[in-house]
């Protein structure tokens, strides 16, 4: 135990069911003029950008264009929509593709010069961004309370985290009813996803009491609610659980950040096109299995959230992966050059906070071991 830490987040939070509608009221008390809504195309099509416009009227324009996995140039657009426009803060609503672009956007907005320089450090943000209020539509991310960017190079292709102060969103607005119609399978990844951020939280090498009490109590929460929100998306205290689960993961992996797990997830999606979610799957259980030889708090942590061990923990993880369909052996990824996987997994720059050490051979075997 580290009898010395230091924690602060510096996001204000409202949580609960329906306090989406409460946007208008606190755009208004924090003085918020005019605004840009950054919101996944989905809503723009379904019409709730329009709603959510329309009981906003300080939100003066939207920006929808959005990939999964969203691209520098879509960056640059909103953050031109919000010069343009002259916003004093902007909303996000959607999930961490829709977050993290606004996160960026609301940096370059004040920046002089272009997205790319500050994707590859080039450049570094002065502190000036606007504030940013997001309402997450998943329950996964975390995205919601870290500093983390995750964007695409359109021109290369490179996925790549970006941690600035700046990200921080000034306001989290996390309201369960958003995640209601997220499609069984999307529930399934981001609800791993945010297994994974509890986890890494828990054992990376970084780790510290408060985000180990937060990571404790999302992992109580995604295992006994992630299968019921999958099974039955309408189920609103399965959502609520699972809304929850993902904010406390987020504020627990916040400061100590990820290891291994995410580490390996960007060569993964690239290589195998496996979107966040699946890509953390893969490799979720294996190193549970492995970090728990070296980390004795694992075992406690498996039995407190009601495992006989952390061999039984790691069972369920897997079950769960085959229930969900994901894909579990290199075989069904149709990975042909392990060391070369290993190799790129490794020398990400995350895989430091892990707690087991291994080299670009000892993990393609581990790879190989697990199948
Ligand atoms: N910033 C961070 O701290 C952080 C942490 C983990 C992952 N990420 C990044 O976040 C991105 C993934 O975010 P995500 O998993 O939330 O997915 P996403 O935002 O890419 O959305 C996934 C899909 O779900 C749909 N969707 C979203 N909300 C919906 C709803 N309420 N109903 C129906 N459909 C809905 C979207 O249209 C999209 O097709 C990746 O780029 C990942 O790398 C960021
Ligand atoms: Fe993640």
Redesign the pocket.
């Known amino acids: 135990m580290r009898n010395s830490f230091a924690y602060s987040l510096p996001v204000k939070i409202v949580f609960g069911v329906g306090v989406a509608e409460q946007l208008k009221d606190i755009a208004t008390s924090c003085g918020f003029k005019r605004g840009v809504l950054i919101a996944?195309?989905?809503f723009a099509e379904n019409g709730m950008a329009d709603k959510i416009m329309k009981d906003c009227p300080s939100l003066v324009a939207l920006y929808s264009d959005i990939t999964?996995?969203p691209m520098l140039s879509e960056v640059t657009a909103a953050a031109e929509l919000l010069r343009q426009t002259e916003a004093d803060y902007a909303v996000a609503l959607?999930?961490?593709?829709?977050m993290?672009l606004a996160k960026f956007a609301c940096s370059l907005v004040f920046a002089d010069s272009t997205a790319t320089d500050y994707f590859y450090k080039r450049k570094v943000f002065g502190a000036k961004h606007l504030p940013l209020v997001v309402l997450p539509?998943?329950a996964?991310?975390?995205?919601e309370v870290?500093s983390?960017?995750?964007c695409n190079d359109d021109q290369t292709g490179i996925k790549s985290p970006l941690p600035c102060d700046n990200f921080y969103p000034y306001l989290a607005v996390v309201d369960p009813l958003?995640?209601l119609?997220?499609?069984p399978f999307?529930t399934a990844?981001?609800g791993i996803?945010a297994m994974s951020h509890a986890l890494e939280a828990f054992w990376s090498v970084n780790h510290q009491p408060v985000c180990d009490m937060y990571a404790e109590k999302s992992l109580e929460l995604i295992f006994s609610h992630l299968e019921k929100a999958y099974l039955c998306g309408e189920d609103i205290e399965a959502r609520s659980a699972m809304s929850l689960g993902a904010l406390y993961a987020g504020l627990a992996f916040a400061l100590p950040k990820t290891a291994a797990v995410h580490a390996c997830s960007y060569p993964l999606s690239i290589r195998y096109h496996l979107n966040?979610?699946e890509a953390c799957a893969f490799t979720l259980d294996m190193f549970l299995r492995e970090n728990a030889s070296v980390d004795g708090r694992l075992h406690t942590l498996a039995q407190k959230l009601g495992f006989r061990g952390v061999g039984a923990m790691a069972d369920k993880i897997k079950d769960f992966k085959e229930k969900f369909g994901f894909k579990t052996t290199l075989k069904a990824l149709g990975c042909e050059d392990v060391a070369a996987l290993a190799a790129e997994c490794q020398s990400h720059p995350l895989f430091q906070n892990n707690p087991k050490k291994f080299t670009a051979k000892s993990l393609a075997e581990v790879f190989c071991y697990y199948g």
């Open positions: 996944d195309k989905l999964p996995n959607g999930g961490g593709s829709s993290d539509t998943t996964g991310t975390g995205s870290t983390v960017s995750v958003l995640t119609s997220v499609p999307v990844t981001t996803d966040h979610g």
